[in-house]
């Protein structure tokens, strides 16, 4: 079974500054997406970013990057810029591309980011 | 809708008491998923639906849960005899198909709270 660790419960950054924050996960899978989900008060989670594990440029969405380290199976969030909507819960999660359970996300526990102005 | 729907927004219930979640998902959204968020942890996964069916009924905890879905639309997650355990947000998602290349869109849960 793949499992995803999250092991900063809770980080903080100043506005206008970068924080990254870390993920690693277990698998034996060759083929799998990886994700960063964003859950601020309202509950709602919101996708921030993707990555295909097969393509080795990492993938990135405006201010939102990420380190994809395959090898080393860690997958770390870069947050450029940082603006008071950015804190919220955020969840490291991952899915498998083979057919069997390709449906189901693995969670980790997530990372508290606080923004200071 | 616009998006996945879930009602109540909260719900506080006696502990033995059973109660009734619903999800209200994307028009024409297959597939459809419920979740377990308890306090300081991931989401933990529930169950499956693709159609009204439920391939996966895997993640739910015990006897005391279970869901159903209709008309490929709704579903109602149903736990009873609550227990202060199952204190938790229950989030459903839903998605256009099950393979991987479908992006989930979540609802804003329900948070249970069990005394």
């Known amino acids: ?24 996960y277990d698998t034996s899978e060759s083929d799998y997406y990886l994700f960063w989900y964003k859950q601020p008060p309202s509950r709602q989670m919101i996708l921030v970013i993707r990555q295909e594990a097969y393509k080795q440029q990492n993938a990135t969405e405006n201010r939102f990057s990420v380190n994809f380290q395959k090898a080393a199976k860690s997958f770390s969030l870069k947050i450029s810029d940082s603006q008071l909507g950015d804190a919220a819960m955020y969840f490291c999660a991952y899915r498998s591309a083979n057919g069997g359970s390709n449906y189901k996300l693995t969670f980790g526990k997530g990372t508290l980011l606080t923004v200071n102005p | 809708g616009a998006g996945v729907s879930q009602s109540p927004s909260n719900k506080v219930t006696e502990k033995g008491k059973d109660v009734e979640l619903r999800c209200d998902p994307i028009s024409g959204h297959t597939a459809l998923y419920w979740y377990r968020q308890r306090l300081g942890q991931g989401l933990e996964f529930l169950i499956y639906f693709q159609g009204n069916s439920a391939p996966d009924k895997s993640g739910l905890p015990s006897d005391r849960f279970s869901a159903e879905r209709t008309g490929e639309s709704v579903s109602t997650l149903t736990i009873q005899r609550t227990q202060q355990e199952d204190s938790a947000v229950y989030l459903c998602a839903s998605s256009l198909g099950s393979g991987v290349g479908y992006g989930y869109t979540f609802g804003s849960g329900t948070r249970l709270t069990v005394v």
């Open chain 1, 1 to 24: 079974a793949q499992t995803v660790t999250q092991s900063q419960p809770e980080m903080s950054v100043q506005e206008a500054e970068t924080v990254t924050l870390s993920c690693t």
